[in-house]
């Protein structure tokens, strides 16, 4: 007799096969500029004094930890390179399988392990990234709809499957590493506005690469883990998509090009566009319609800190409209005080945008559209109106090279100052290529103001 288990694997087993499959070339070579961002961000977010005060909290090991000039336990190195590289929300995200941010989990545990072999990082990082879109498109929009945070839990098993292959396990060992993360899985949305949401990412990284540490050292997890978590999470079984393995980068892939909720991006490009076209003129009032399910992922009362701001719709089409930018300093403490925003053009324009709701926007498997539709008034009376129906970065509406640039330019220098920014900028292009994490390594630790301190630096 033939039984449906015999037809399709279950998920442990249908991941677990992910972790041996090849890597295309295709995959590897568009893997090294999603690294390439992902390190670039994590610079940026290792220079923030609340990543100083995670590192006072860990102890110290054999490995030299993105982001950090001391060594660290393993585990606390993928905690350390995931918080850092989540802390500014400026990493990129997937928004309609996984509903996830894919590449810090999965690189956070990867480069705990991978020492200097660019070419196993970069082929870990995709097995992580496309397990996390598998599982996702098993247990999504499910999960996220119940209020869990798809980075967090679905990236502890991303974290696991990179990790069971840097260590090469077999597929009976990655099997059992998976069903260990689903004891750990964890974390939700409502962290969103504050420091526990890169802190959950960052955990699920430590977590899946401890569950393959131990896999391979004989662990074995429950047969029924990760079926009992997807009840205990939404209340039903989760089973693996029909479809073909996924492609990476997938199709709702976004490299962000503003350090915010992706749900702010198209609202963001359209206010931008339209005040380009308008030199200096600020608007008299701003209409913005987003899809009620993108809106639900946002904050809906007044952003008080920068952290808010980065889930606040009305902070930054303010932002977008006043300065004609949406960059890392709109959301420093500098930009707030006494929980307004500090620029007076910013705080007057905050009264003048109407958000609504939009169910004409074009959606995929998620459900959720990431477009919005954007009307300025001008002071003279004159009216412009753009509809954007997905974020800047997507598949739909790549980024530019030199927009590219100039992000990872603007997060070297966070780091490093202006000047090493632009010497660092070719290091970190080269950082997937044969001794390229090496190289930049060194230079960073050449730095000056970093040489002789236990502070922070990448990698």
């Known amino acids: 007799m033939t039984s449906a288990a015999l037809i399709s694997p279950s998920l442990d087993t249908g991941l677990a096969q992910l972790v041996a499959a090849p890597v295309t070339e295709t995959e590897r070579l568009a893997s090294a500029a999603t690294i390439c961002d992902t390190l670039a961000v994590a610079l940026a977010g290792a220079a923030d004094p609340r990543a100083s005060a995670l590192l006072a909290t860990l102890a110290g090991g054999p490995v030299q930890a993105p982001g950090c000039a001391r060594?660290?336990?393993?585990?606390?190195?993928?905690?350390?390179?995931?918080?850092?590289?989540?802390?500014?929300?400026?990493?990129?995200?997937?928004?309609?399988?996984a509903m996830a941010h894919l590449s810090v989990p999965c690189l956070a545990a990867a480069l705990a392990l991978a020492g200097d072999d660019g070419a196993l990082l970069a082929e870990a990082y995709v097995t992580g990234c496309k397990a996390m879109l598998m599982l996702g498109a098993a247990w999504n929009p499910a999960l996220h709809g119940a209020g869990w945070h798809p980075s967090s839990v679905l990236g502890v098993f991303g974290a696991a499957a990179a990790a069971s292959r840097m260590l090469a396990l077999s597929e009976a060992q990655s099997v059992e590493a998976l069903r260990l993360a689903a004891a750990l899985a964890s974390g939700t949305r409502g962290a969103f506005g504050g420091m526990g949401k890169p802190l959950q990412v960052g955990q699920g990284a430590a977590s899946g690469l401890r569950c393959a540490m131990l896999a391979a050292r004989g662990w074995q997890g429950s047969a029924e883990s990760l079926d009992g978590l997807a009840v205990a999470l939404f209340g039903r079984q989760g089973r693996l998509p029909e479809e073909q393995a996924p492609e990476f980068p997938p199709q709702g892939f976004v490299t962000k090009l503003y350090p915010s909720c992706t749900a702010t991006h198209a609202a963001i490009h359209a206010v931008l566009t339209l005040r380009a076209a308008r030199p200096g003129a600020i608007p008299a009032r701003i209409r913005a319609g987003l899809d009620p399910r993108a809106l639900a992922i946002l904050i809906p009362h007044r952003a008080r800190t920068g952290d808010e701001g980065r889930f606040s719709l009305d902070y930054c089409l303010a932002v977008?409209?006043?300065?004609?930018?949406?960059?890392?300093?709109?959301?420093?403490?500098?930009?707030?005080?006494?929980?307004?925003?500090?620029?007076?053009?910013?705080?007057a324009l905050l009264d003048r945008i109407e958000v609504v709701e939009a169910d004409d926007l074009p959606f995929g498997p998620s459900g959720i559209a990431t477009g919005a539709h954007v009307e300025i008034m001008w002071p003279d009376g004159g009216t412009d109106g753009l509809t954007v129906d997905a974020a800047?970065?997507?598949?739909?509406?790549?980024?530019?090279?030199?927009?590219?640039?100039?992000?990872?330019?603007?997060?070297?220098?966070?780091?490093?100052?202006?000047?090493?920014?632009?010497?660092?900028?070719?290091?970190?292009?080269?950082?997937?290529?044969?001794?390229?994490?090496?190289?930049?390594?060194a230079a960073l630790a050449d730095l000056p103001q970093f040489q002789g301190k236990e502070e922070c630096r990448i990698p």
């Open 320 to 347: 977008a409209a006043a300065t004609g930018t949406v960059t890392l300093g709109a959301f420093e403490a500098a930009a707030f005080d006494d929980a307004l925003p500090a620029d007076p053009q910013v705080r």
């Open 71 to 97: 060594g660290l336990a393993a585990v606390d190195a993928a905690l350390w390179f995931g918080l850092c590289a989540h802390l500014l929300d400026y990493d990129d995200d997937e928004t309609e399988r």
């Open 392 to 441: 800047p970065g997507s598949r739909a509406l790549p980024a530019r090279s030199e927009a590219l640039e100039a992000k990872w330019h603007d997060c070297l220098a966070r780091h490093a100052g202006a000047e090493a920014a632009t010497g660092l900028l070719p290091l970190l292009r080269r950082a997937t290529q044969p001794g390229g994490i090496a190289d930049l390594r």
